[in-house]
T-cell receptor, first 111, second 113 residues
């Protein structure tokens, strides 16, 4: 199994631009999670889905962030417009029920 | 969710057992103890979880005290590749599927040659 796949692995963009992060979960896993990690705030959950349905988005910072899961094999996290404080590593994780399996992350730098 | 307390850092000699403690004195009866680790620049990695019985897998052993107020993760023969931040998390597991995890600061384990 290839594990959780995230793309791009690195993204550098300018303030105000739209950023789209992508995630392919492990086949058969019914839960998907988006996390953000910074030095200041550590690892924070942004949103998670069960069976493609958003369950808890209380961690999404503001309306500039949105996440979708159109099917069981694909999810996106979009930031529009991006700001320098959004610079972080964004992780996607999937889970069959108990353990969560994380992808390699996307390093985002907003200039 | 119950809070957890972990030492900020620990050292261990290569080849020796690494014993990482975690206090969770406010844990409730239906909360599980999870351990994850994060090696530098990688995503967190699931290690093990348990409810009240001791657990062992190919990576580690989890010892939970009888009152469930604390636990210890044991890496029996630490290697340099075990250098990482180790997170202890307590969380309910529901019928609906996996629930969100709240990561604290964890313990930075350094395995020395």
């Amino acid at each position: 199994d290839a594990g959780v796949i995230q793309s791009p692995r690195h993204e550098v963009t300018e303030m105000g631009q739209e950023v789209t992060l992508r995630c392919k979960p492990i086949s058969g896993h019914n839960s998907l999670f988006w996390y953000r990690q910074t030095m200041m705030r550590g690892l924070e959950l942004l949103i998670y889905f069960n069976n493609n349905v958003p369950i808890d988005d209380s961690g999404m910072p503001e309306d500039r962030f949105s996440a979708k899961m159109p099917n069981a094999s694909f999810s996106t996290l979009k930031i529009q417009p991006s700001e320098p404080r959004d610079s972080a590593v964004y992780f996607c994780a999937s889970s069959p029920r108990v353990a969560q399996y994380f992808g390699p992350g996307t390093r985002l730098l907003v200039l | 969710d119950a809070k957890t307390t972990q030492p900020p850092s620990m050292d261990c000699a290569e080849g020796r057992a690494a014993n990482l403690p975690c206090n969770h004195s406010t844990i409730s009866g239906n909360e599980y103890v999870y351990w994850y680790r994060q090696i530098h620049s990688q995503g967190p990695q699931y290690i093990i979880h348990g409810l009240k019985n001791n657990e062992t897998n190919e990576m580690a052993s989890l010892i939970i005290t009888e009152d469930r107020k604390s636990s210890t993760l044991i890496l029996p023969h630490a290697t340099l590749r075990d250098t990482a931040v180790y997170y202890c998390i307590v969380r309910v597991v529901t019928q609906g599927g996996s629930e969100k995890l709240v990561f604290g600061k964890g313990t930075k384990l350094t395995v020395n040659p």
